[in-house]
T-cell receptor, first 116, second 109 residues
Framework: KAGVTQTPRYLIKTRGQQVTLSCSPISGHRSVSWYQQTPGQGLQFLFE???????NKGNFPGRFSGRQFSNSRSEMNVSTLELGDSALYLCASSWGWKETNRYGYTFGSGTRLTVV | KNEVEQSPQNLTAQEGEFITINCSYSVGISALHWLQQHPGGGIVSLFMLSSGKKKHGRLIATINIQEKHSSLHITASHPRDSAVYICAAIKAAGNKLTFGGGTRVLVKP
């Protein structure tokens, strides 16, 4: 079966611009979570969506936002980009609340964002 | 102090050697992932475990819930095992993933 698909794979943006990243989960998975990975901070949790509702949120400024559609696909948006937003953005999907403890998460390949 | 700590940060081994990576956590968890990340970024889940031990090929993962500690072992290491290994705890409250800092493993031929 298809894995978690993230698009685009690479992106170069200019400071001040905004960007939208997409994540399509494994078919049947209803939970999608987003993570930022930088050399200095490692992997950090951004937010998680389940059935179109944000369930958890990490400690990121309001410039980082997301949403989930009825088909479980999710997008994250970063507005007013800063140089420090350059990172690998990963999404992961899972079946849902209780099932996560049994089956865990499946990760996508990530979107590498460079802000210049 | 981070909620999930990994050691060592870096590890260099000769091909064939036995490798151990350790992960300690300070929060209540429902399960723990061991993840592998190769250059290029994509993350692969090697194991998810909530108790005991799991084995897949040359990889073995163990977890001791009472001691809040997990280990990943690589037997008969090979250069293709060179990667960053990350432990990620699924917190009991809220199912949120919290990551260790990663262990960069280099296996030399």
């Amino acid at each position: 079966k298809a894995g978690v698909t993230q698009t685009p794979r690479y992106l170069i943006k200019t400071r001040g611009q905004q960007v939208t990243l997409s994540c399509s989960p494994i078919s049947g998975h209803r939970s999608v979570s987003w993570y930022q990975q930088t050399p200095g901070q490692g992997l950090q949790f951004l937010f998680e969506y389940f059935s179109e509702t944000q369930r958890n949120k990490g400690n990121f400024p309001g410039r980082f936002s997301g949403r989930q559609f009825s088909n479980s696909r999710s997008e994250m948006n970063v507005s007013t980009l800063e140089l420090g937003d350059s990172a690998l953005y990963l999404c992961a999907s899972s079946w849902g609340w209780k099932e996560t403890n049994r089956y865990g998460y499946t990760f996508g390949s990530g979107t590498r964002l460079t802000v210049v | 102090k981070n909620e999930v700590e990994q050691s060592p940060q870096n590890l260099t081994a000769q091909e064939g050697e036995f490798i151990t990576i350790n992960c300690s956590y300070s929060v209540g968890i429902s399960a723990l992932h061991w993840l592998q990340q190769h250059p290029g970024g994509g993350i692969v889940s090697l194991f998810m475990l909530s108790s005991g031990k799991k084995k897949h090929g040359r990889l073995i993962a163990t977890i001791n819930i009472q001691e809040k500690h997990s280990s990943l072992h690589i037997t008969a290491s090979h250069p293709r095992d060179s990667a960053v290994y990350i432990c990620a705890a699924i917190k009991a409250a809220g199912n949120k993933l919290t990551f260790g800092g990663g262990t960069r493993v280099l296996v030399k031929p």
